[in-house]
């Protein structure tokens, strides 16, 4: 039998402060999430940032939690059976690189269900050492052989796909600006060799060419900025507040880096960023709904995983 295993980033078990601080401490403590050295970075991270955070992030999490639970495990779990329909031949699974479902757990049930065959994909668009490595080096720690999918910004479904997305929000309302708005990483890492930059301009220019938007009223920006170091620029909030001086007070923004809906776009962007931007005298601030299970990206991650089959 052949087996998918869809990887996102994770969710806190509860939006309680310790099971925050419980999933901060996984996610931080990942080197490949913050490079600093460990015998450096394990006394900042529990004796100031854990304490200081912890709190802060629950109530974040607490703002978006439902009924269903965690937006970003729900909307994988949708994502998921949508893409097991388009299989039914696979076991389809989804895993969390941090919390649960886990990685290892998860390749290790597949294992015993009779997969003899199996395809891990990052649900990132664009490679990057704090996202997709963090998922390579966890399939690679279980000894379980997968075929690893670890990028598809570059397929032109999912171009098609989201510039659907935007085109029909856009439609909507009299807009003066889109964003789009990628996740930030430290400056750093791309001097260091990172390729996420230049996919991010590679993702934005393909998917430009297909979108209704005027190209003087698109531009790329980079949010979640976490620490004191550079990220890569421009911010997002920084780049709102710059659009309300100039008078555009409409404002509509995608993230392609989050491909089903979490705390990034509905906390992040519906809340803080909104606030921050109505405060200052911006008047529509609207985020385009993340793919999430769009029958288009279904079918692509379906088609992309028979091919890796396929091709080898």
């Known amino acids: 039998m052949q087996g998918l295993l869809l990887v996102n980033l994770g969710s806190p078990a509860s939006p309680s402060t310790v099971d925050v601080k419980h999933f901060l401490r996984e996610?931080?403590?990942?080197?490949?999430?913050?490079?600093?050295?460990?015998?450096?970075?394990?006394?900042?991270?529990?004796?100031?940032?854990?304490?200081?955070?912890?709190?802060?992030?629950?109530?974040?999490?607490?703002?978006?939690?439902?009924?269903?639970?965690?937006?970003?495990?729900?909307?994988?779990?949708?994502?998921?059976?949508?893409?097991?329909?388009?299989?039914?031949?696979?076991?389809v699974n989804m895993a969390m690189t941090y919390g649960q479902p886990n990685i290892h757990e998860s390749l290790k049930k597949m294992k015993s269900n009779g997969c003899d065959r199996i395809v891990v994909m990052s649900l990132f668009p664009e490679y990057t050492l704090s996202t997709t490595q963090s998922i390579i080096d966890q399939v690679r720690a279980s000894q379980i052989k997968v075929d690893f999918i670890d990028r598809f910004y570059q397929e032109k479904v999912y171009q098609e796909a989201l510039a659907q997305k935007i085109n029909s929000a856009w439609s909507i309302k009299n807009y003066d600006q889109l964003f789009i708005s990628y996740h930030g990483i430290p400056s750093r890492e791309i001097k260091q060799g990172d390729p996420y930059l230049d996919e991010c301009k590679e993702s934005t220019q393909a998917i430009i060419?297909?979108?209704?938007?005027?190209?003087?009223?698109?531009?790329?920006?980079?949010?979640?900025?976490?620490?004191?170091?550079?990220?890569?620029?421009?911010?997002?909030?920084?780049?709102?507040?710059?659009?309300?001086?100039?008078?555009?007070?409409?404002?509509?923004?995608?993230?392609?880096?989050?491909?089903?809906?979490?705390?990034?776009?509905?906390?992040?962007?519906?809340?803080?960023?909104?606030?921050?931007?109505?405060?200052?005298?911006?008047?529509?601030?609207?985020?385009?709904?993340?793919?999430?299970?769009?029958?288009?990206?279904?079918?692509?991650?379906?088609?992309?995983?028979?091919?890796?089959?396929?091709?080898?």
């Open 27 to 91: 996610f931080l403590s990942d080197p490949n999430v913050v490079t600093m050295p460990r015998w450096l970075w394990q006394p900042i991270l529990n004796g100031i940032v854990l304490p200081l955070r912890s709190w802060r992030s629950a109530t974040f999490y607490a703002d978006e939690w439902t009924d269903q639970g965690s937006p970003i495990i729900f909307n994988t779990q949708k994502l998921t059976m949508a893409v097991q329909k388009q299989l039914p031949d696979w076991q």
């Open 209 to 312: 060419k297909l979108l209704d938007v005027p190209r003087d009223r698109i531009k790329m920006v980079f949010q979640s900025k976490f620490g004191p170091l550079p990220w890569l620029k421009p911010y997002l909030k920084n780049s709102l507040l710059e659009a309300v001086q100039m008078g555009k007070r409409n404002i509509l923004i995608v993230a392609p880096s989050f491909v089903t809906d979490c705390l990034e776009t509905i906390e992040e962007d519906y809340v803080q960023n909104y606030q921050a931007f109505r405060a200052n005298g911006g008047q529509n601030l609207d985020i385009v709904e993340a793919l999430n299970d769009d029958p288009k990206f279904v079918k692509m991650i379906a088609d992309i995983a028979q091919k890796r089959v396929n091709h080898e």
